[in-house]
């Protein structure tokens, strides 16, 4: 099992960038798909992108064209550029590690950080 430790998040305003960071323990971490997930208050968690070991990338519907995910296998560190941010990215963001794009719920995950934009 990976652990996994979210960094980056804060307050930022709309149209304005952020980079968010997942740092991962243990060995194997080149062999996960890893993801980010975010939820925000009195809603669902949402899938946001998805990056498997072989870097086939994914990403939710909202967040295309303004989110980057990618991966850096030698510092075990998954980020997650955003741009153009707006109100509606405030959430909580997760980072999540599974074998497969599918099966990252039920993976390892992090505690979140939270993302504030403003308008």
């Known amino acids: 099992q990976v652990q996994l430790a979210e960094f980056g998040g804060g307050l930022v305003q709309a149209g304005g960038s952020l980079r968010l960071s997942c740092a991962a323990s243990g060995r194997t971490f080149s062999r996960y798909t890893m993801g980010w997930f975010r939820q925000a208050p009195g809603k669902e968690r949402e899938f946001v992108a998805a990056?498997?070991?072989?870097?086939?990338?994914s990403y939710g519907d909202s967040v295309k064209g303004r989110f980057t995910i990618s991966r850096d296998n030698t510092k075990n560190t998954v980020y997650l550029q955003m741009i153009s941010l707006k109100p509606d990215d405030t959430a909580v963001y997760y980072c999540?590690?599974?074998?497969?794009?599918?099966?990252?719920?039920?993976?390892?995950w992090g505690q979140g950080t939270q993302v504030t934009v403003s308008s």
């Open positions: 990056i498997t070991w072989s870097k086939t990338i």
């Open positions: 999540a590690a599974g074998e497969h794009i599918g099966t990252l719920a039920k993976g390892s």
